[in-house]
């Protein structure tokens, strides 16, 4: 087997990732002797890797040797991805149909269009939900399709469509029964963030292409990276400030993330001689991303053996964390890999992170909230064109503001939302479910 920086890993640990560098390439090699094949499953499953595990197994004639006990779950995932896959692009077809009709320009974000366009197999991580974003413009006209689709606010923990329009980044619908799901994006992040992300110049640069069929706007390249590695981050947050550490390999197995990574990294592989670099580190630095794209890449780099020009990494800084928001982070991942080598985690951070599915500005994000109010010569030019103190007061002002009214409309919406879940005689909880895993 090829020598990896994987050396400090469990052999289970060590192997998933070898399969996501192998994966279209297998050989009977790259299995090793005494795997403990419930662990590989367990792993697998947490990062959503049964059908890639299925078909790397498959190829070295190795699946039907596993236990029952790891097969029956891997086989059951990959069988559930496959239906996954299958409804949701009878449906994504539809929507597609309908929306050229109305003259929308949609494009597809991760899950089932990197299904198929990267990995050419729509079950190989079809997601939970059919992410789509529009021209801000035409989120309500999208809206309108769904209902026509009959997928509609039929989740009735959401809060009303204004709260999210107002603090979120995308309107989310739903089938009666609850089992497809859709998100209209016009953003890929909360507007209470550093990012300065172009989307109409994201869409304007977006190329006719087709999708299980149908009509659809292909982001660039450089675009469908930042995309990704948004959506990445905006969940891995602790990642620019452990980037250093050397258990980051498992550090992102315990969070459920390397598939996350291998789509930035098939996607730059996929499109290798024709990634224009210039143009994505120009992008990032005018959108605020410089620090996501150059930790993911740099993972991407050194664990899945990316081809990222050097030079791309070294314009793409990453700065220190200031000491509290490190303590922070280090806590956070020491919980999940506490979690994941089966030790007792923290009781304090397990109700946080509990906590992060509950609300629309989780509270390990909480640590933004200084950045964005004090955030910079950086930022405050990407965002006004200039730079001075008088502009980073306007700034303040203004995010005092902006804070204040999501706390107004938090508060309002929330109440609105018990009442009518106590009317249709449904949990009142705040820590319901609000979103699907993407």
């Keep these: 087997m090829k020598t990896t920086p994987f050396h400090d890993l469990t052999a289970e640990e060590a192997f998933l990732w ?34 890639l595990l299925c078909r790397v197994l498959t190829a070295v004639h190795h699946l039907d040797t596993l236990p029952a006990a790891a097969l029956a779950p891997l086989q059951t995932g990959a069988a559930k991805f496959a239906q996954n896959a ?25 899950g089932l269009s990197v299904s198929i366009n990267t990995y050419g197999d729509p079950a ?16 309500v006209a999208s809206l309108e399709i769904l209902d026509v689709m009959e997928i509609g606010q039929n989740w009735p923990n959401l809060m009303d469509d204004r709260y999210y329009e107002r603090h979120h980044l995308h309107q989310q619908r739903c089938t009666p029964d609850l089992k497809l799901w859709y998100e209209i994006h016009w953003a890929l992040d909360h507007p209470l963030t550093r990012l300065t992300i172009d989307y109409e110049g994201m869409m304007d640069r977006a190329t006719a292409g087709t999708l299980l069929g149908a009509p659809v706007h292909d982001l660039s390249v450089a675009d469908n990276l930042i995309a990704l590695t948004v959506h990445l981050v905006k969940h891995a947050v602790y990642l620019p400030a452990v980037l250093h550490r050397p258990d980051l390999a498992r550090i992102i197995l315990a969070d459920g993330m390397l598939m996350y990574f291998l789509d930035v990294a098939e996607l730059i592989k996929q499109h290798e001689k024709d990634v224009d670099w210039q143009q994505l ?12 794209m150059g930790a993911v890449l740099t993972v991407c780099r050194q664990l899945l053996e ?20 490190q303590v922070v982070m280090d806590k956070l991942v020491a919980h999940e890999t506490a979690v994941h080598l089966g030790q007792q ?18 509270p390990i994000r909480l640590l933004d909230l200084s950045e964005y109010l ?10 006004y064109g200039a730079g001075g103190a008088a502009t980073a007061v ?45």
Aim: glycine share 6%; net charge positive; charged share 25%.
């Design 18 to 51: 070898h399969c996501a560098l192998a994966w279209r390439t297998p050989t009977p090699e790259l299995i090793p002797v005494g795997l403990n094949w419930q662990r590989v499953a367990a792993m697998g499953q947490f990062n959503r890797m049964e059908t």
């Design 86 to 110: 299958a409804i949701m692009g009878d449906s994504l077809h539809d929507y597609l149909r309908h929306a050229a009709e109305r003259g929308i320009e949609t494009a597809v974000l991760k």
């Design 124 to 139: 190989m991580r079809p997601g939970g939900d059919i992410d789509i974003l529009v021209r801000q413009k035409d989120v």
């Design 281 to 292: 580190v120009t992008l990032c630095r005018a959108y605020g991303t410089v620090e996501m």
């Design 306 to 325: 990316t081809p990222v020009p050097e030079w791309v990494i070294a314009a793409l800084p990453i700065l220190p964390a200031n000491r509290i928001k």
């Design 345 to 362: 985690p923290s009781r304090l951070w397990n109700f946080l992170l509990i906590t992060n599915g509950a609300f629309i500005l989780r």
């Design 374 to 383: 004090f955030p910079g010569r950086d930022y405050l030019q990407r965002r």
């Design 394 to 438: 306007r700034h303040f002002l203004r995010a005092l503001w902006q804070y204040g009214r999501v706390g107004i409309d938090t508060v309002y919406f929330t109440w609105e939302r018990y009442w009518r879940l106590r009317r249709l005689n449904y949990s009142t909880s705040l820590f319901n479910r609000l979103e699907v895993e993407a």
